[in-house]
Nanobody, 122 residues
Framework: QVRLVESGGVSVQPGGSVTLSCSAS????????MAWFRQVPGKRREGLIA???????SYADIVAGRFTASKDNANNTMYLQLNNLKPEDTATYYC????????????????WGEGTLVTVTS
């Protein structure tokens, strides 16, 4: 089974940065699509950025200029760097994976981590 474990969620001040990590195991050639989502309290979960292999495939508008994703393929770890954080970025951030063709930030995912909480407050 595919297992995804997020880590790195902390409480930070506005304008700060956080790097999240997602450790993946149990992957096959059909589970090379990984993505970051987040859920702001009281709102729907939203896709942020998707990667297939080592390549970015698509990202939400909110990601541009502020958030970046990367992969360490040797360790099957995906990272999400959150910069210039704002209070409205407070959310649980989820790592997800898709085992079917079609890897975008709005695609339905097949596997989910339990999430890691980022709180942005002064």
């Amino acid at each position: 089974q595919v297992r995804l474990v997020e880590s790195g969620g902390v409480s930070v001040q506005p304008g700060g940065s956080v790097t999240l990590s997602c450790s993946a195991s149990g992957f096959t050639e059909n589970t090379s699509c990984m993505a970051w989502f987040r859920q702001v309290p009281g709102k729907r979960r939203e896709g942020l950025i998707a990667m297939h292999g080592s390549s970015l495939t698509s990202y939400a508008d909110i990601v541009a200029g502020r958030f970046t994703a990367s992969k360490d393929n040797a360790n099957n770890t995906m990272y999400l760097q959150l910069n210039n954080l704002k209070p409205e970025d407070t959310a649980t951030y989820y790592c997800a994976a898709r085992s079917r063709p079609g890897c975008t930030y709005v695609a339905a995912m097949d596997y989910w981590g339990e999430g890691t909480l980022v709180t942005v407050t002064s």
